[in-house]
C-alpha cells in the first residue's frame, strides 16, 4: 500500500511559477507519476519518473516547462512548473504504480489556478 499526500498548489499569473510535492508513505519504490484533470474534461497525463530518477516522460503539453523529480530519501516527488498558461489550470494528482502503463494508488489532489 502506498499512501500519496500532495501539496504546493495555488493560484497563480500566466508566466509564473509553481512547485508541486507529492509525500509518499508506505512502499515507495514505485514509478511515480502526475495527472491532472481540468473541469469538463477527463484527467489527462503530464509527467512520471522511474524509481532511480534516471527516466522522465513528459506530455508534450508541458515539455520544456515542466520537470519532474524525485528524492527518494525523502520519499517526494516534485513537479516543477514554469511559464504557466491558463490551460494548465486543473487539479493535479499524484499516482504510483509498478510501471509507466499503469497506476494503482493515487493522492487527493491539489488545485492549480492560472489566471491570464
Known amino acids: 500500500q502506498v499512501q500519496l499526500v500532495e501539496s504546493g498548489g495555488g493560484l497563480v499569473q500566466a508566466g509564473g511559477s509553481l512547485r508541486l510535492s507529492c509525500a509518499a508513505s508506505?512502499?515507495?519504490?514505485?514509478?511515480m507519476g502526475w495527472f491532472r484533470q481540468a473541469p469538463g474534461k477527463e484527467r489527462e497525463f503530464v509527467a512520471a519518473i522511474n524509481w532511480s530518477g534516471t527516466i522522465t516522460n513528459y506530455a508534450d503539453s508541458v515539455k520544456g516547462r515542466f520537470t519532474m523529480s524525485r528524492d527518494n530519501a525523502e520519499n517526494t516527488v516534485y513537479l516543477q512548473m514554469n511559464s504557466l498558461k491558463p490551460e494548465d489550470t486543473a487539479v493535479y494528482y499524484c499516482?504510483?504504480?509498478?510501471?509507466?502503463?499503469?497506476?494503482?494508488?493515487w493522492g487527493q489532489g491539489t488545485q492549480v489556478t492560472v489566471s491570464s
Open positions: 508506505g512502499r515507495t519504490s514505485y514509478v
Open positions: 499516482a504510483a504504480g509498478r510501471n509507466f502503463i499503469g497506476f494503482n494508488y
